[in-house]
């Protein structure tokens, strides 16, 4: 039944890409000033987050984010800050206007396979993100539990949305266990506006499972996506107390 309807619905898109854009688009918007980013963030409502790290060895292998990213459905243009260029002299106010943010509870987050992002930030910057209300993985398996839950497939199946995940070349990642200070991308550009599409993705993608009326309210699985984000908060607390 998963399959099926996933080909019914997209039926029409053929024909509508010939003459119109998709429905996902994304531009990253790259700020450092402190002033900068605390008025992008200053309005309250639902921001997706997301971070990449110089490591694909898990949460607990990343020892430097290098870049955070932020966006809202109704933004075209996601925030990235370049935090791999960060010094002890230049980061002082910008990480606070990013600290206010992420335990702000007037802003709600929204992630996609969050326990990863939250024990990085916790580990490397000490900051515990409140607020957390979404996470599109998570909603997106209590929908469709048989289908893929990768960010990209989520978004394409939803959004109409172009492939940005693999099939791009990137710089060498080097032998297992080396750190890459932009996550294998050959620069800042490449790199912002990767996490720049996934974050425009998973704010996208959330308000189609999560809206009212929406995906999750369509499979009456509301309440069992709730309850998961609580386990996986649940989760990211004992992540973080495991001894490595």
Partial sequence: PYAARVVVEHFPTPARLLHDDV????AALVLSAADELAEWLSAPGTYAVDIETDSREGAWGATRITCIGAARSDREAALVVDTASWTHETQSDAMDVIQDFLTSEAHEKVLHNGSFDRVVIARLWGIDCVGVTGD???AHHDCYPDEEHGLGFVAHELLDAPPWKGGV??????????????????????LAHYNAQDTRATALAWDVLAAP???????????????DLRMSDIAVRIDRKSVV
């Fill in 23 to 26: 429905r996902f688009r994304a």
């Fill in 136 to 138: 599109t993985l998570i």
């Fill in 169 to 190: 070349v990137r710089g060498s990642w080097g032998k297992r266990g080396d750190k890459d200070t932009l996550s294998g991308y050959a620069d800042f550009k490449g």
């Fill in 213 to 227: 009326g929406g995906r999750l309210d369509e499979a009456n699985t509301r309440n069992v996506a709730e309850l």
